[in-house]
């Protein structure tokens, strides 16, 4: 078997067993999958620091060098999030999940061999490309491979599935480092990632054909399903199951060939990464004030370059029409703000508490009540509202929680009232970025999807990075009770705005 043969091979599609693509309830199989991806990654994002420490002791390390391991993660997962959701909508998003499945397990078996700090780096940097490749992909997946009824319920499910790798990150990566080694915070990602390229397999759908599935007479086809002997997934499905149509239903077919936007990929990682280094200052790199300021104007110069770029570029990464189309663009700063949401109370609240005298591990379980609310938000409890609201009333009432808990988080003493506000507040983000995320995929036509998605997370990621620097920002200039205290009032003003953001989709 040659080269070009294997590569065929592993890039073409292959569909699902003829008994799970006929279940009438199938999609929420491809649900689970992705929802093990979005479980793995919030469970790498929550552990990680938790390992600094022990990390700086084994390799002899400052702090300032430890935190590379998750700068370069951060740097490359938002730099690539959108060039693969470029590739995979021409690849094909079931053939890309699963290849981060695979490069993310490898990744994390070399990250706990390292040797060295600057390996240990190195392993990360390619992690974060097996987490674009999962993340780009997993809002489109859900999105596209569930009936329209079920998107908002199917992306509430993933989102849980996020908030409850939050939630266990900081307690697992506590138990394993105290009673085994940091590596295995790293092993223990191998199982998942095995489990999780078996069931990729087995239980997504198609997202794309070659060129030799197309049918060979495309007029006389009704309806955009695969070719072939008559036993498709997508005929099975359409003919049985007409009201549950899945994504085999909805496949972009065969692509004409476009060039890579290289000028870009390169613009959008200069920008981004400018902007990571200058925002990591504030948790503790070590850089002077003319380098943060160069690094600043460098990303807005960058920036500005970018969008200048991706207006004449043929086949453009960030896709401004699908920016500019409406509910897309304020969508995403919706998401951006959403995460920002989520990630701040989670620095911050072990501050807060543990200054007001409540121990580690008491500070450790009223603050897993934020993500336990969002879990619980995003699956079930989106059910309590009436039916007939729609995804915009979801939004704004979640925002507005969202903000009502974070005043009283600030307002209220920490040692005695914490678990209310906090579960408040998690609520309300359970509510806001499933039905946010739904308004952006309508609005982002089936065969962009994979790059919307990529933007969506893009967004989320960016969103985590500023919520991390700006909680240690203000606790670095006004210390753990006054600058805490501050931010939560800043966000909770920030999440009355998101309401106010927030924009139906129109044709």
């Known amino acids: 078997m040659n080269a070009a043969t294997l590569a065929s091979r592993l ?4 569909p699902r067993p003829r008994g799970i693509a006929d279940w009438r309830h199938a999609h929420w199989l491809a649900v689970a999958t992705v929802c093990l991806g979005a479980f793995l990654g919030q469970l790498d994002a929550s552990v990680i620091a938790l390992v600094f420490p022990a990390i700086g002791r084994d390799f002899d390390a400052g702090f300032a060098a430890v935190e590379w391991v998750a700068l370069a993660y951060l740097l490359v997962l938002v730099a690539l999030l959108a060039p693969i959701g470029w590739l995979s909508d021409r690849v094909g998003r079931k053939t890309m999940y699963i290849g981060g499945f695979a490069v993310f397990g490898l990744s994390s078996l070399g990250a706990g061999f390292a040797g060295g700090l600057w390996a240990l780096v190195g392993c990360r940097a390619v992690q974060a490309v097996g987490a674009a490749m999962m993340q780009a992909n997993s809002v489109a997946l859900v999105a596209r491979g569930v009936p329209e009824r079920a998107m908002r319920r199917a992306l509430g499910i993933q989102a849980s599935a996020q908030g409850l790798g939050l939630a266990l990150g ?17 092993w223990v990602n191998v199982p998942i990632a095995v489990f999780g390229i078996v069931a990729g397999w087995y239980l997504l759908p198609r997202t794309r054909t070659c060129a030799s599935d197309a049918p060979a007479a495309p007029a006389a086809v009704p309806g955009p399903r695969l070719a072939g002997a008559g036993r498709s997934e997508a005929r099975l499905s359409e003919a049985r199951h007409s009201e549950a149509r899945l994504s085999e239903a909805r496949l972009d077919g065969p692509r004409e060939d476009a060039r890579f936007d290289l000028p870009g990929m390169l613009l959008l990682t200069g920008a981004t990464t400018a902007l990571l280094l200058a925002l990591s200052t504030a ?10 300021a160069a ?5 807005t110069a960058l920036t500005l370059a970018l969008v200048r770029q991706e207006r004449r570029a043929a086949r453009p990464i960030l896709a401004p029409g699908l920016i500019n189309t409406s509910g897309v663009r304020s969508g995403l700063v919706v998401a951006l703000i959403g995460y920002l949401l989520l990630f701040c109370p989670l620095v911050l609240g072990p501050v807060l508490l543990t200054g007001a005298g409540v121990s580690t591990a008491h500070a450790g379980l009223v603050v897993t009540l934020l993500p336990a609310a969002f879990a619980f938000a995003a699956t079930v409890g989106g059910g309590l509202l009436p039916r007939a609201w729609s995804d915009v009333t979801r939004c704004r009432l979640g925002a507005l929680l969202a903000a009502a808990g974070l005043l009283l988080f600030a307002v209220l003493p920490a040692s005695v009232a914490a678990a209310p506000p906090l579960l408040i507040a998690g609520y309300g983000l359970g509510l806001l970025l499933p039905a946010n995320n739904a308004l952006v995929m309508r ?5 962009c999807s994979a790059v919307g998605g990529g933007m969506v997370n893009m967004a989320r990621s960016l969103g985590t990075a500023l919520g991390m620097a700006l909680s240690v920002l203000g606790v670095h200039l006004a210390g753990a009770e006054s600058g805490g205290r501050t931010v939560l009032l800043i966000l909770a003003a920030v999440a009355a705005a998101a309401a106010l953001l927030t924009r139906p989709a129109r044709a």
Request: aromatic share 10%; glycine share 10%; proline share 10%.
């Open 11 to 14: 890039l073409t599609e292959r």
């Open 170 to 186: 900081p307690s697992l990566g506590g138990l394993l480092v105290e009673h085994a080694s940091w590596r295995w915070v790293f």
């Open 283 to 292: 948790s503790g790199l070590p850089l002077p004030g003319w380098a943060v």
């Open 295 to 299: 690094l600043l104007l460098a990303s």
């Open 443 to 447: 609005a982002i036509p089936a065969q």
